[in-house]
């Protein structure tokens, strides 16, 4: 299995603009996770699905972020208008229920917002 | 609600030698997971060793091995041998009804 995909590897981008962070879950995973690590705040959970559905979005920061799960092998998380407080490293992670567990963690992405 | 706690931001060990972390973690709940997981300078996440907290033995993978007291909320790392590869970032997790806390992390420095 190549383990969970993340794109783009890296996003420069200016204040104001959308952006768009996509993930591909381990197949046959039912939890996908994103998360957000930065040097201040560590890694924060934002939101997390359980068979495409939002469970908790709790961690989610405000109005400008969103995320979605259209089906089981893709996600999005998204940024609209991006700010340079956003700049940060996302992960994605999946699970499947009964791998006592353990989450497996895409590379990341790393975004910058000038 | 849970909360993970690793009270060492930065540590230093000697090549070879044995270093232990500290995570202690907050939880009324009595059915969960614990895990310690390594970031190197790559970022990647990678899942170094996992304890089921209804099992009193505590969990060994070659070098690393842990120091669960359910009682006392503590879940220490130990590190033996320490090798170069070993310096990285160490997260702490509690993970229950698929939901997971990560604590802080500590960086931790091999001197060669």
């Known amino acids: 299995d190549a383990g969970v995909i993340q794109s783009p590897r890296h996003e420069v981008t200016e204040m104001g603009q959308e952006v768009t962070l996509r993930c591909k879950p381990i197949s046959g995973h039912n939890s996908l996770f994103w998360y957000r690590q930065t040097m201040m705040r560590g890694l924060e959970l934002l939101i997390y699905?359980?068979?495409?559905?939002?469970?908790?979005d709790s961690g989610m920061p405000e109005d400008r972020f969103s995320a979605k799960m259209p089906n089981a092998s893709f996600s999005t998380l998204k940024i609209q208008p991006s700010e340079p407080r956003d700049s940060a490293v996302y992960f994605c992670?999946?699970?499947?229920?009964?791998?006592?567990?353990?989450?497996?963690f895409g590379p990341g992405t790393r975004l910058t917002v000038t | 609600a849970q909360t993970v706690t690793q009270s060492q931001p930065e540590m230093s060990v000697q090549e070879a030698e044995t270093v232990t972390l500290s995570c202690t973690y907050d939880?009324?709940?009595?059915?969960?997971?614990l895990f310690w997981y390594k970031q190197p300078p790559s970022r990647q996440m990678i899942l170094v060793i996992r304890q089921e907290a209804y099992k009193q033995q505590n969990a060994t993978e070659n070098r690393f091995s842990v120091n669960f007291q359910k009682a006392a909320k503590s879940f220490s790392l130990k590190i033996s041998d320490s090798q170069l590869g070993d310096a990285a970032m160490y997260f702490c997790?509690?993970?229950?009804?698929?939901?997971?806390?990560f604590g802080k992390g500590t960086r931790l420095h091999i001197l060669p």
């Open positions: 939880t009324s709940e009595s059915d969960y997971y």
């Open positions: 997790a509690y993970r229950s009804a698929n939901k997971i806390i």
């Open positions: 699905f359980n068979n495409n559905v939002p469970i908790d």
């Open positions: 992670a999946s699970t499947r229920t009964g791998d006592n567990y353990e989450q497996y």
